[in-house]
């Protein structure tokens, strides 16, 4: 058997270029181990002696054959029919009832990989409109994997990964295997004719796409680009898009904030600026989301989507949210906990936080769920015994707690010397920072000093960045 040695720091950043050129998708220095891994079999199937000759195979001329097998082995694969279900449900609550009669709606699964998100937006299209599905709506599937798209047009799974969908789906919308196919299942005729399926690479220049899609699913793609290539595909997203058209985004995803066009709805589901209305075409507003300003030791959650902002000096802003439910809040508290002599409050993380899972539960959370982002614990104050920073005993309160309650931390910025604006939508757990300078860092500053104070902790002097403390 031909053996292949392990791949060189010099070769990995080779070929770690090539990828980024080829594909947009950025790999960490943690990913070295996964290129050489994922490209070993192809080092042994073409007798290459290391990761360099294959390298330079790669950038001869006539290897495009070669590189869609590097891409189809570096490219991640992994989803599930109604993966992130909400935005299903999105589809067939909101989209389809608002489409005008005689109008084809246009949806594009950008990264379907073995096409269980096509398929399921065709299925959800089939029990909404029925027969005339195929008329109502045209999806467009796209995956830069040429092996996973032979897989997705085949149409054929293994009938255990069909084992959490509803008794109805399985038998309304796939066909079981017998004989020789016994144990697996295949999708039904009448959802595959609604899916056109293409090669396409996202970081090519130019899509051959037609404009004015109504609807684009790109879910947990965007995660394996660095800043710079999401906001270019997002921009190009949105290019592409009707006025009023969606974005669907994965769970950990985010529009970047340089992107004003589109508005957060709920749970990663985005809208078009200029949303028109179904029959006459005119530009309707969209509903006004309400806003809640978290002052220190206020807590708000809400079950409606909602944008919640506080600033931020050395105190700590928690963010939870249940990404099933669409419930999420925000608290915003001082220290981790009151002494035996003071009144406990909501200005302390113990009972903020307690208080805030007990709030989002009250709105439909299930405390099982939830997820977290956390900021703030910036080093602009210092208790005057100098025993410990405030901003130190509150980030390690904060990851020591979410540890101990087993809610998994999807995002923070703790620390640093910066005070923070920070804004958190409640209906999608979208969170956008921004560190404050002058005027704005000294109100957050003086807020969280005069607030210790309130509870009975002495202050010192000190400055952090351009802030004088007082």
């Not at 144990?183 to 690479?201: C, H, I, S, T, W």
């Not at 898009?241 to 004003?260: A, D, F």
């Not at 957060?264 to 600026?273: E, V």
């Amino acid at each position: 058997m031909h053996t292949v040695p392990r791949i060189t720091v010099a070769q990995f950043e080779a070929l770690r270029a090539l990828i980024y050129r080829e594909t947009g998708i950025s790999l960490s220095d943690a990913k070295r181990q996964l290129v050489e891994s994922r490209l070993a079999r192809r080092l042994r199937a073409l007798e290459l002696d290391d990761y360099g000759e294959y390298h330079d195979l790669l950038r001869r001329e006539g290897s495009d054959a070669e590189r869609r097998e590097l891409v189809n082995c570096i490219t991640t694969n992994k989803t599930s029919f109604f993966r992130e279900p909400h935005h299903f449900t999105y589809l067939r609550d909101i989209v389809f009832p608002a489409l005008s009669a005689g109008r084809r709606l246009r949806i594009w699964s950008a990264g379907c990989s073995t096409g269980e998100e096509p398929y399921t937006i065709a299925i959800t299209a089939l029990e909404h409109f029925g027969a005339d599905a195929a008329r109502r709506v045209q999806i467009l599937a796209t995956d830069i994997d040429t092996e996973v798209l032979a897989r997705a047009e085949r149409a054929v799974y293994d009938e255990r990964t069909l084992g959490d969908l509803p008794p109805h789906v399985r038998h309304n919308w796939f066909l079981r295997g017998t004989g020789r196919s016994t144990g697996l299942a295949r999708v039904r005729p009448e959802a595959r004719a609604l899916v056109e399926f293409r090669q396409l690479n996202l970081m090519s220049p130019a899509w051959p796409l037609e404009d004015d899609l109504d609807v684009v699913f790109c879910r947990n793609v965007i995660i394996y680009f660095d800043a710079p290539t999401r906001l270019r595909l997002i921009e190009r997203f949105v290019e592409r898009l009707r006025p009023g058209g969606h974005l669907m985004l994965g769970h950990s995803e985010i529009v970047p904030p340089e992107v004003t066009s589109l508005e957060s709805l709920r749970n990663t589901t985005f809208r078009k600026a200029g949303r028109a209305d179904a029959d006459t075409g005119r530009a309707a507003s969209a509903p006004r989301l309400a806003q809640a300003r978290v002052d220190a030791g206020d807590v708000f959650a809400s079950a409606e989507p909602a944008v919640a902002r506080t600033l931020l000096g050395s105190c700590v802003a928690a963010c939870l949210y249940d990404p099933v439910a669409r419930v999420g809040g925000m608290n915003h508290f001082m220290l981790p906990a009151a002494s035996a002599d003071t009144e406990v409050t909501t200005r302390y993380g113990v009972h903020a936080m307690e208080v805030l899972i007990n709030e989002i539960m009250r709105r439909g959370g299930d405390r099982r769920r939830l997820e977290a982002k956390v900021f703030g614990a910036a080093s602009v104050l210092r208790l005057s015994t100098g025993a410990a920073d405030v901003a130190t005993l509150n980030a390690r309160f904060i990851r020591e707690f979410l540890a101990a309650e087993d809610i998994p931390l999807r995002a923070h910025r703790l620390g640093g010397t910066h005070a923070l604006d920070v804004i958190f939508h409640t209906g999608d757990g979208r969170a956008r920072v921004r560190a404050l300078a002058g005027d704005e860092a000294r109100q957050a500053v003086e807020h969280d000093a005069r607030h210790l104070l309130d509870v009975g902790r002495s202050i010192s002097v000190g400055t952090a960045g351009d802030v004088t403390l007082f």
